[in-house]
């Protein structure tokens, strides 16, 4: 079946590092996403895995993928103001289409 | 930056009426979707469409929704009769390549259409 669950929520204080997480049901993903969404503004690619990896940085961000658990993670190192926003998971197989989690809203209070 | 465009920002429309929503995908983009987001849940997929055809589609995606590409720029989704239910917002997105490699999708920045 097709299922990628988040939680709703998350805070965490200016400076921390925040980690998103992401569950998903079906093991024949082929690429796994993280999107991010600002108030009044379309879906952002922020990074992407493929399945064969464990782990992805790019600058702030890094991704770890555990494909036994079938669980996926974003931590934001130095998490700043601009950061608050609400961040999809995503996964796509052998089409086309994205399949997304509900989203999870990041605050960062100073 | 190319980006997604999509009109208009907010629909109003009256239960059993007509819509159509816009979007200009990036130019050179050979591949277009529409997603909805009814409010606190998921983001949905409802149709991929290229070369002129609908390449794949769910199962939200029925009679009552067509697509089209009415010209080198436009790509639109129509309701035919709305229900209260299509309340949601809509997004579109395109993408320069498909299918098993790596294809970064582009956002628009939805439509929210309310059906009183």
């Known amino acids: 079946g097709e299922d990628v669950e988040q939680s709703l929520f998350l805070s965490v204080r200016e400076g921390d590092s925040s980690v998103i997480n992401c569950t998903y049901t079906?093991?024949?993903?082929?690429?796994l996403y993280w999107y991010k969404q600002e108030p009044g503004a379309g879906l952002q690619l922020l990074t992407y895995i493929f399945s064969n990896m464990d782990m992805k940085q790019d600058q702030r961000l890094t991704v770890l993928l555990n494909k036994k658990d079938k669980h996926l993670s974003l931590r934001i190192a130095d998490t700043q103001t601009g950061d608050s926003a609400i961040y999809f998971c995503?996964?796509?197989?052998?089409?086309?289409?994205?399949?997304f989690g509900t989203g999870t809203r990041l605050q960062v209070f100073p | 930056e190319p980006e997604v465009t999509q009109t208009p920002s907010h629909q109003v429309t009256q239960m059993g009426q007509e819509v159509i929503l816009r979007c200009v995908p990036i130019s050179n983009h050979l591949y277009f979707y529409w997603y909805r987001q009814i409010l606190g849940q998921k983001v949905e997929f409802l149709v991929s469409?290229?070369?002129?055809?609908?390449?794949?589609k769910s199962e939200i995606f029925d009679d009552q929704f067509s697509v089209e590409r009415p010209d080198g720029s436009n790509f639109t989704l129509k309701i035919r009769s709305t229900k209260l239910e299509d309340s949601a917002m809509y997004f579109c997105?395109?993408?320069?390549?498909?299918?098993?490699?790596?294809?970064?999708?582009?956002f628009g920045p939805g439509t929210r259409l309310t059906v009183l």
């Open positions: 469409f290229y070369n002129n055809e609908i390449s794949e």
């Open positions: 997105a395109s993408s320069e390549l498909a299918g098993e490699l790596h294809n970064e999708q582009f």
């Open positions: 079906d093991s024949s993903s082929t690429y």
């Open positions: 995503a996964e796509s197989r052998d089409t086309d289409k994205l399949i």
